[in-house]
């Protein structure tokens, strides 16, 4: 089943035969539909708090508030969305419980509205309201996604990377509910910067980029019809980001040597998944690369920017709050870029699987990649890198001006990209 969705991409036959165990596209599309509104709202208020970014003032609740519509509405409700997808051909196995993968749903999307919307009045009680709703998202995807990898028969490099992620996907949300407490002072944490730095890295490096790793392990061969590059790269990634991961969520003791442990293995997890995208990239037999696998690959090329970026930033903390600040635009832009670039692959996909993959042989069927403009998706990727790029230098160099005027490309992008999306979801066959 996994192994012919390649051909299915380069010239459909019958689904039937491809891509048997495919979950229903309402699953995916309602995430996909919420995660591309929500990417619209926190571009729109990253113009609103530019002067904060330019001044630094990262750790202001308003400027979590946009960072979370990003992290929780754009990234994490794309991957329990993709993952929904794809958990058939990427481990063999339909989600264990759709129902409960319904009440993530709500849970996730209800919850980012009420957090953000908690952060930003700073109002106790709807700030609770939706990290209880968001925690109870991740742990009932979680226990969702054990019990499907449970069944799964073979023991793949995504089926390690997505268990790895199950532990951080309950990780991230402790350290949460901790933050939030803490900022209305019905805990006092020790340090409110190395608890946030924690729990930042825990999610992004024990979730998001495990899920990365491994589900990338199945989706770039296939959307670059890459066959033959050596697996060595991703399983010594997998490892080590998973054992760097660990180390960041340890209780703050051992110092020094544990965050320095921890930034080792993280890098080396990172350096080696970007050699295995190299290597992908390098032995794809489709020569031209279409504008969403660019915007992935500068995704990566961005992840490692913030990789050289991470000892200055950590290591000067407060101290420096304008890289701080740079830092996280460059990590979770590029994280956020890598994400939308697959919608070029998997909404078109999905549309073309159930809409016109049963029409084959009966009629004239378009491709995949004919049901969007390439020039529009160029221009997409053109306003929200430019956007993202600049939003960065202008947090670095403290200019409002620039941070808005870039943040406003990158708004542009991101309103393009979910009027596309909308246009490819209500293709149709011709009666
Ligand atoms: C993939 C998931 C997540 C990522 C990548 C993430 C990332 C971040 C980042 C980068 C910050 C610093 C933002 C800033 O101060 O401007 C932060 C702060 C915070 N996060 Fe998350 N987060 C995630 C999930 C969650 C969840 C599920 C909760 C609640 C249950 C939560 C609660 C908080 C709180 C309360 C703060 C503010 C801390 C403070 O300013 O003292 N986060 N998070």
């Known amino acids: 089943m996994a192994t012919a969705i390649p051909q299915t991409i380069a010239a459909p036959r019958s689904p039937s035969t491809d891509f048997a165990g495919a979950p229903p596209a309402w699953l995916p599309g309602m995430h996909f539909a919420a995660a591309l509104a929500y990417f619209a709202c926190g571009a729109a208020g990253l113009v609103l708090v530019a002067p904060d970014l330019a001044r630094g003032a990262f750790f202001v609740p308003r400027v979590a508030a946009v960072v979370h519509l990003f992290v ?3 990234l994490v409700l794309s991957i329990f969305g993709a993952l929904c997808q794809f958990l058939p051909v990427a481990i063999g196995r339909q989600v264990r419980w759709q129902a409960l993968a319904q009440v993530s749903f709500a849970a996730q999307t209800a919850g980012v509205a009420a957090f953000v919307g908690g952060l930003a009045t700073s109002h106790r009680s ?3 309201l939706g990290a209880g709703l968001l925690t109870l998202a991740f742990v009932s995807f979680g226990a969702n996604l054990v019990a499907t990898l449970a069944g799964a028969k073979e023991r793949s490099l995504t089926f390690w990377a997505l268990a790895g992620s199950s532990l951080f996907l309950l990780a991230t949300p402790a350290f949460g509910f901790a933050l939030a407490m803490n900022l209305h002072g019905d805990v006092q944490l020790a340090s409110r910067f190395a608890t946030v730095a924690a729990h930042a890295h825990v999610a992004l490096v024990g979730f998001v980029m495990l899920v990365v790793v491994g589900v990338a392990h199945r ?3 296939m959307f670059l019809l890459s066959h033959g590059a050596s697996e060595r790269p991703a399983w010594i990634s997998v490892a080590l980001l998973f054992a760097g991961a660990l180390a960041i969520a340890m209780p703050a003791s051992f110092g020094i040597p544990r965050i320095a442990a921890a930034a080792a293995l993280t890098a080396g997890g990172l ?4 050699v295995q995208a190299a290597l992908f990239f390098r032995h794809r037999k489709r020569r031209t690369i279409d504008p969403g696998m660019r915007l992935a690959a500068i995704g990566i090329a961005g992840i490692a920017c913030a990789l050289v970026l991470a000892p200055f930033a950590l290591s000067a903390g ?3 709050p304008r890289l701080l600040a740079a830092y996280f635009v460059v990590l979770v832009g590029a994280i956020g870029v890598f994400v ?9 996909f999905i549309v073309w699987y159930h809409r016109f993959g049963p029409l084959v042989g009966k009629q004239k069927v378009p491709k995949v990649a004919e049901l969007y403009s390439e020039s529009a998706a160029k221009v997409v990727g053109a306003l929200l890198v430019f956007g993202w790029i600049g939003v960065a230098a202008g947090t670095f160099t403290g200019s409002a001006l620039v941070v ?4 406003g490309s990158f708004l542009a992008g991101a309103l393009v990209e979910g ?7 209500r293709r149709r066959a011709d009666a």
């Open 318 to 320: 407060v101290s420096n």
């Open 419 to 425: 009027f596309l999306m909308t246009k490819i979801a």
């Open 340 to 348: 939308a670039g697959h919608y070029f692959k998997i909404v078109p």
């Open 219 to 221: 989706l770039l061969p």
């Open 126 to 128: 709807v700030l609770y």
């Open 72 to 74: 929780l509405g754009w």
């Open 404 to 407: 808005r005027a870039f943040a």
């Open 271 to 274: 350096v080696a998944f970007f």
